[in-house]
């Protein structure tokens, strides 16, 4: 089973620039920590039913450390697309992107995680389902390849969901559905020997990467009004006393 | 001028409640508002969501669309936008209506805002970023519709509509683009009010240590009329409680009376789903935890204690 894993390179702490944007280079950044659920289950599905897994990762110079991460946790090759054009890229133009990237490989799964921890759209991968003309699972826990395709366990608002669906099929992987590795030593030192493909939006014959959203005036939320902090013996009969307040007890 | 096209998500209960904010949203825009809802229980819901403000309802109860997760629908939307052609359809920033949006782009390929707390028009709309300390107003450019998904409980759900057309829609779906199957549901059994709807919410965190320490935070909502547990995205994470339990950005937005945060440090994915709370009680040993900051009424100390002593200072109360 091959699997192509979505990675995305995000900012240790979310700034915004002059300009609106999230900040994206010449600060700390790291592999979604989103993403590495999806890896992980990749690793475990491929150790298990034998293929490959490849990292699909956009974003600046800085994200090649995320790949490289990807590959020191198993990951066979990682494929970076760089384009200065992309700063700024809405959410059509990243699965646009994702989706010719993820086309140049044979593969029977794409892994995602269910929303970055910088912008929680949540939709990339879904959308590029829908370029690739595949179905989807979001959201799920577990998946088994059973009969030529796949059984998955999607999370629902009160319980979970079976799935039966035909490969290849995209999936978004839930936080804590599997337990991640940390690169060992001997990870690290051969994820530097691994192969990581380089490619500009000519190499994947995009060239519409108009943006559609603008943000006009950025503004700070009406503050909290500073509440009180006690300790000590005072603070059980406090809040039981704000309980009986609110009419609740 | 067109249409304002919400995309309503319906059960054999009726429409779910968040589809009825949504409907609030677009009446705003003073345009036509047309409601489609796929789905056994979507000709039921009609008249619901007339009275919310839908003057059309696209309907069809065609078991497909619950049958498999998001193709059907997608493909269905994208033919009544091609028919139709809305200025904006709005969706709920909820797992289901969030694969239809995404789906439904890569057809339109015109823009998507999630997140969303408010929309003023078709080309306007308002977010909450870091945890909702920043407001962001993002003008919304390229091909209509725009597409936009809106955060549940952002806005209270108002009747005043009438009767709704209803039209029933084609669910001719092609075999190719069904996609995946449900097989199987498991529903968890829970007892006590949802999450979404307690009046008191009692919630717990990392600082719970365990899967254990939850009982704790069970005995204190069972002395409440009306509470009910809920939890931070690293004790989900954990495993010490299921998904449903999770408040935040991913996982439910909570508004009750009263908010109790245990062992819960209040990062901004945390403080998304509660703030709008009507007060906020926080317990947490580190004097440093962000969550002290948001808090009506924060206590620096240990919850192991402190949870106990409170259920029996109520139980004490009440003669109990």
Redesign the interface.
């Known amino acids: 089973m091959d699997v192509v894993v979505c990675t995305k390179y995000v900012p240790t702490e979310?700034t915004?620039g002059p300009d609106?944007l999230v900040v994206r280079s010449g600060v700390d950044g790291m592999l979604d920590p989103g993403d590495e659920y999806g890896l992980e289950l990749a690793l475990q599905l491929t150790e298990r039913h034998g293929g490959e897994v490849a990292v699909v990762s956009m974003g600046p110079g800085e994200a090649g450390t995320a790949i490289q991460r990807a590959l020191a946790m198993g990951a066979q090759r990682g494929i970076h697309v760089v384009d200065p054009a992309l700063r700024g890229a809405?959410?059509?133009v990243t699965?646009r992107v994702l989706a010719a990237a993820i086309g140049r490989a044979p593969f029977d799964l794409v892994v995602a995680g269910?929303?970055s921890?910088d912008?929680?759209?949540?939709?990339?991968?879904?959308?590029v389902?829908?370029?690739l003309g595949?179905?989807?699972?979001?959201?799920i826990r577990s998946l088994e390849p059973s009969d030529g395709g796949a059984r998955?366990e999607?999370?629902?608002?009160?319980?979970?969901?079976?799935?039966?669906?035909p490969l290849p099929?995209v999936v978004t992987v839930?936080?804590?559905a599997v337990e991640p590795r940390y690169p060992s030593l001997k990870g690290i030192m051969q994820a530097k020997q691994k192969p990581i493909e380089r490619a500009s939006l000519a190499d994947l014959g995009i060239d519409d990467v108009?943006t559609?959203?603008?943000?006009?005036?950025?503004?700070?939320?009406p503050a909290?009004?500073?509440?009180?902090?006690?300790?000590?013996d005072e603070?059980?009969?406090?809040?039981?006393d704000?309980?009986?307040e609110?009419?609740?007890? | 001028m067109g249409d304002a096209f919400v995309y309503a998500e319906v059960s054999a209960e009726g429409p779910k409640p968040v589809a009825l904010e949504l409907l609030a949203h677009a009446r705003g825009f003073g345009m036509p508002v047309a409601a489609v809802a796929l789905g056994p229980g979507a000709t039921d819901s009609a008249r619901a969501l007339g009275e919310h403000g839908a003057g059309t309802v696209y309907a069809s109860d065609d078991p497909v669309f619950a049958d498999h997760p998001d193709r059907p629908a997608a493909h269905v939307l994208a033919g009544l936008v091609a028919d139709h052609a809305p200025d904006v359809v709005l969706f709920a920033q909820t797992y289901d209506s969030r694969d239809v949006a995404g789906r439904l782009q890569a057809r339109t390929g015109s823009t998507l805002m999630a997140n969303a707390t408010a929309v003023s028009d078709p080309r306007h709309a308002r977010a909450e970023i870091f945890g909702g300390t920043q407001v962001v107003e993002v003008e919304l450019d390229g091909p209509s519709p725009t597409i936009v998904l809106l955060r549940p409980k952002s806005i209270a759900a108002e009747r005043g509509g009438g009767d709704a057309e209803v039209v029933e829609v084609d669910a001719d779906v092609p075999d190719d683009v069904r996609g995946a199957r449900v097989v199987e549901r498991h529903e968890e059994q829970a007892s006590g009010p949802r999450l979404e709807d307690a009046k008191v919410v009692i919630a717990g965190g990392r600082g719970l240590g365990g899967p254990d320490a939850f009982a704790l935070l069970d005995e204190l909502a069972a002395s409440i009329d009306g509470a009910a547990v809920g939890a931070s995205r690293a004790a989900v994470d954990a495993g010490w409680v299921p998904y449903s339990y999770q408040i935040g950005q991913t996982g439910k937005t909570v508004k009750p009376e009263v908010y109790v945060a245990a062992g819960i440090s209040g990062a901004l994915q945390h403080a998304v789903g509660m703030k709008g709370a009507r007060r906020i009680v926080a317990i947490n040993k580190d004097p440093d935890a962000p969550i002290l900051a948001m808090a009506d009424l924060g206590v620096v100390g240990d919850l192991f204690q402190l949870v106990p002593a409170i259920t029996e200072e109520i139980r004490r109360r009440r003669g109990s």
């Open positions: 979310t915004l609106h809405d959410a059509l699965s269910v929303e921890t912008g929680y759209t949540g939709t990339v991968p879904v959308t389902a829908e370029l595949l179905p989807s699972v979001t959201a998955i999607r999370m629902t608002e009160g319980g979970f969901d079976v799935y039966e669906t099929v839930t936080a804590g108009t559609t959203q603008r943000v006009t005036s950025v503004s700070d939320a909290k009004q500073g509440g009180e902090v006690v300790q000590g603070a059980v009969p406090r809040i039981v704000l309980l009986a609110a009419k609740v007890i």
